[in-house]
């Protein structure tokens, strides 16, 4: 099982240089960043992570994903750089397409792209973006960026999203077609159709509940004529121990994203450290 990790970084904690380095050093398999442009003052979202709390202070002070990872890109050689995730909702599409071609261009095709809908309302909403159809632009942008990702000029229009007139633009993904691409949220059809639609897989938060999930998950992927054994499952932000991974490799899971504490170098180093157990040696 390939183990790799991820991390808020911010102006406060280590650097995407000295984390990168480390993390090839030591034999894990990549590294993925969140993403938030802003977090208004007024705000009504509630955190997702724990109801009536304050939002952790590193939310409001994240970096961009894509420009933390050209950075680590340029010290490594092997792990992977992933987003965890991509507001796809909040960019334009023509650009956040350019983005993720030239990282993945540069980083010689390692990077893996990860969409998400987001929870922040008010976040979304001063990016233009309507709630209730969120997901739908979603859907729409990616498919006008898999049109630009095409080898022969691709038009495309959307119902949500607008249009794309048949274009030049390169590089292109490494592997031809898109990158690398999870879809995270939580479990439930509409996920589903998403995920069969433009992802390589899924990237459940936590990880928990899979023996109950996947298998309508599987199910649903083959039904879309996708190849069952080609579907990833990535458990992301996960708090490891031996029993938890063991459940997942029945799973049938082949990498799952260890989380990282928002901290010093010195905090995430020793946090590496005790996940070094997890870790197989580089070759």
């Not at 724990?50 to 933390?68: I, K, N």
Request: aromatic share 8%; hydrophobic share 35%.
């Amino acid at each position: 099982m390939r183990i790799s990790t991820t991390i808020f970084l911010t102006d406060e904690t280590i650097t995407p240089v000295r984390l990168a380095r480390e993390l090839e050093q030591r034999g894990f398999a990549g590294l993925y960043v969140p993403e938030h442009t802003h977090i208004p003052v007024e705000r009504t979202s509630p955190y997702p992570g724990g109801g009536d709390r304050e939002l952790p202070r590193e939310y409001t002070r994240t970096f961009d994903p894509f420009v933390a990872l050209a950075q680590a890109a340029a010290v490594t050689e092997r792990i992977t750089l992933g987003t965890g995730i991509t507001l796809v909702a909040q960019h334009d599409p023509i650009d956040l397409a350019k983005q993720a071609a030239t990282l993945d261009h540069l980083s010689g095709g390692r990077l893996t792209l990860g969409v998400g809908f987001g929870w922040n309302k008010e976040e979304a909403a001063d990016h233009g973006v309507e709630w209730a159809t969120r997901r739908e632009l979603v859907r729409d942008r990616m498919g006008l960026m898999r049109a630009l990702w095409a080898e022969e000029p691709t038009a495309y229009t959307g119902e949500f999203t607008g249009a794309v007139r048949a274009s030049h633009t390169h590089p292109k993904p490494v592997r031809g077609g898109a990158p690398r691409t999870l879809v995270g949220g939580a479990a439930g059809p509409k996920l589903y159709e998403h995920i069969c639609a433009y992802g390589d897989g899924w990237m459940p938060l936590g990880g928990g509940g899979l023996s109950r999930t996947l298998p309508e998950l599987r199910a649903r992927w083959q039904d879309a004529g996708r190849d069952p054994a080609a579907l990833q499952i990535v458990p992301y932000a996960v708090l490891p121990n031996p029993g938890k991974l063991a459940h997942y490799a029945e799973q049938g899971v082949e990498e799952v994203v260890l989380q990282l504490p928002p901290g010093d170098e010195a905090t995430v180093l020793r946090r590496l450290d005790a996940y070094q157990e997890y870790v197989r040696p580089p070759a």
